[in-house]
Nanobody, 125 residues
Framework: QVQLVESGGGSVQAGGSLRLSCAAS????????MAWFRQAPGKEREGVAA????????YYAGSVKGRFTISQDKSNNTLYLQMNSLKPEDTAIYYC??????????????????WGQGTQVTVSS
């Protein structure tokens, strides 16, 4: 069972940047689909960025394309989400997730077996 631990959330003004990290308890690069989801108050959880196994395909939601970058460090089993030009509408709890089955794009919640605890990102105007 994969354990995922996020870090790096916080509060920032609009236009600022944050980098989220997700440390996995085991090797995930070629074994799992990996994704970042977010959930804003009163809204459904949405997938914002994702990799297929091996990381040769990357998905971004339209609302974050060009501003967010998903990456992986295979040497330490860590997934990252670099978030630039943040907007107040990016305010949400961000979750990393790992899925052992087929990878779908956009990422679908039910395809992800393992979830981190979430980290709060708050962007003020």
């Amino acid at each position: 069972q994969v354990q995922l631990v996020e870090s790096g959330g916080g509060s920032v003004q609009a236009g600022g940047s944050l980098r989220l990290s997700c440390a996995a308890s085991e090797y995930t690069y070629r074994s799992y689909c990996m994704a970042w989801f977010r959930q804003a108050p009163g809204k459904e959880r949405e997938g914002v960025a994702a990799f297929n196994r091996g990381g040769d395909y990357t998905y971004y939601a339209g609302s974050v394309k060009g501003r967010f970058t998903i990456s992986q460090d295979k040497s330490n089993n860590t997934l990252y989400l670099q978030m630039n030009s943040l907007k107040p509408e990016d305010t949400a709890i961000y979750y990393c997730a790992a899925g052992g089955g087929p990878c779908y794009f956009p990422p679908l919640q039910y395809a992800y077996n393992y979830w981190g605890q979430g980290t709060q990102v708050t962007v003020s105007s």
